[in-house]
């Protein structure tokens, strides 16, 4: 189970679940590659992964072949709905 941050560069120990961000991952058992969909689906194990509330929005978490869970940087912050309207709309009336 989670005991601290996933971000190895960070000590934080996992004590709320209402702090940060917690990431349930789901992975197939090594060798399952072979298997049918349906084998390979039971074998899955369930892992949970945290980020601290300081590490959150700026890390986010990747699956990488062969290594496992990689702490990665977050992707370009996610605009509010209406801003990101907004700016694709303005985008389009600047090319015209
Ligand atoms: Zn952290």
Redesign the pocket.
């Known amino acids: 189970m989670v005991s601290k941050?996933a971000?190895p560069g960070?000590s934080?120990p996992f004590l709320y679940f209402h702090q940060g961000k917690l990431f349930r991952i789901e992975l197939d058992a090594p060798g399952s590659e072979a298997l049918d969909i349906d084998t390979r689906r039971a074998r899955r194990r369930l892992e949970f992964y945290w980020?601290?509330d300081?590490?959150a929005p700026s890390f986010t978490l990747g699956f990488k072949k062969g290594v496992g869970i990689v702490v990665l940087p977050a992707p370009v912050p996610v605009l509010p709905p209406l801003l990101a309207a907004e700016a694709r709309s303005a985008a389009v009336g600047h090319s015209t």
């Open positions: 941050c971000n960070c934080s980020l601290c300081v590490c």
